[in-house]
């Protein structure tokens, strides 16, 4: 970004317009084949539109580029993931899966052995990795909230515990799990663990909720991890979960930005073309309130979010830059997409349009990578003087 102005750089400018394109004009004839609530493209047509994704240089966007990966730093991250969101399932899967997915960022903190065992292939073939944070006792305080144990012996680590609402963990390559090696309630005290596959005495079970596609629970009984599988040090794993939360805030932040954008276009044209009462729904104040309040919040939006970005490339501290945005951008998308439903009335709820499943879905989105209290109780710390953790 240019340090004088919010103006993107010409590189980024071009990846936007290729993203877009590309939406539009190879991702959205697949998916409006697809019923109202599907969340993943046929294994044929999602290997062609990969292999084109491939081609244009977009696959794997936030991996290294010597991993195999596009090698966008956040900005380019942030407006990438708006772009791609511009679809039924942006707000789970971007571009419907096209681009690939991105191994954790946290895992280029462990080894050359664990980068090339599992970072390398996971990224050349786009294979989905979960990351197992939560659990019940309450998955927004990771530091004190960990119950899952991993205790040492004979050379390996023995882990017992359930994590809850974890995304992605069925069909995983494999995925990154932090458990207590320390006492309860120690930051010190968590360590992170690659679990590869479906070992012996772990269980994954799918939880109900308001959309289409489950997150799960998993379970460890006993489940044996190689030493050579932690990732960093014993009981330094707060930091490797805080890496990927906080950098992860970004794009997360902006693919509902481009999820609520994509809303108002649809609720712009309608309203010049819907006549009820002798006029269009473009002449009525009510309307216009409601899209003029609708793009603006979504420019305020999008510029915290390149903020946040801003401030991780140029190497600062940006954790409460990411949680301002992280929340902006989450609680302006549901209203803008609310905003949406009503300018089309009956037809804003139908599943002839994508404006109900986006609804459903953004209403996770303020609970997942942290609830907005959560987030605006590390703002308030900040402001406070407070430390921030």
Request: charged share 25%.
């Amino acid at each position: 970004m240019n340090q004088d102005s919010w103006e993107l750089p010409e590189e980024l400018r071009q990846m936007r317009e290729t993203t877009r394109r590309f939406m539009q004009s190879e991702v959205k004839p697949v998916e409006d084949r697809l019923p109202h609530d599907a969340y993943e493209l046929p294994a044929d047509q999602l290997l062609a539109l990969q292999k084109k994704a491939r081609e244009i240089g977009l696959w794997c966007v936030r991996t290294p580029t010597e991993y195999g990966g596009a090698g966008l730093n956040l900005l380019g991250q942030a407006v990438f993931a708006e772009e791609s969101a511009r679809c039924r399932m942006g707000a789970y899967v971007p571009g419907c899966g096209a681009f690939g997915a991105d191994p954790p960022n946290a895992i280029y903190l462990g080894s050359r052995y664990q980068i090339e065992k599992y970072a390398v292939p996971a990224a050349s073939v786009g294979k989905k990795v979960y990351v197992a944070i939560s659990e019940s006792s309450g998955g927004a305080d990771p530091a004190r909230s960990i119950r899952t144990r991993a205790v040492r012996k004979d050379g390996r680590y023995v882990l017992n515990g359930t994590k809850m609402w974890i995304t992605g963990a069925d069909g995983a390559g494999w995925g990154l799990v932090f458990a207590r090696t320390g006492e309860q309630g120690d930051r010190g005290g968590i360590t992170c663990f690659i679990v590869n596959g479906v070992p012996k005495g772990m269980t994954i079970k799918p939880i109900p909720v308001i959309r289409s596609y489950s997150p799960y629970e998993v379970h460890f009984d006993n489940v044996e991890i190689p030493e050579e599988d932690r990732l960093g040090e014993e009981g330094r794993g707060f930091a490797v979960c805080e890496k990927w939360l906080v950098e992860g805030r970004v794009p997360y932040a902006a693919g509902t930005i481009g999820i609520a954008q994509a809303a108002l276009d649809l609720a712009i044209e309608w309203a010049r073309e819907r006549e009820t009462f002798r006029s269009k729904l473009a002449d009525k104040q009510s309307i216009q309130w409601m899209i003029a309040d609708s793009e603006m919040e979504l420019r305020s939006a999008r510029l915290l979010t390149y903020q946040a970005a801003w401030q991780g490339d140029l190497g600062r501290d940006m954790k409460v830059d990411s949680s301002i945005a992280k929340v902006t951008a989450t609680e302006t998308a549901g209203r803008v997409v609310d905003r949406c439903i009503q300018i089309f009335g009956a037809l804003g709820v139908s599943k002839e349009l994508p404006l109900e499943r986006w609804y459903r879905e953004l209403r996770i989105k303020r609970i997942g990578e942290g609830p907005s209290e959560v987030h605006r109780m590390v703002l308030a710390r900040h402001l406070l003087g407070a430390p921030v953790r």
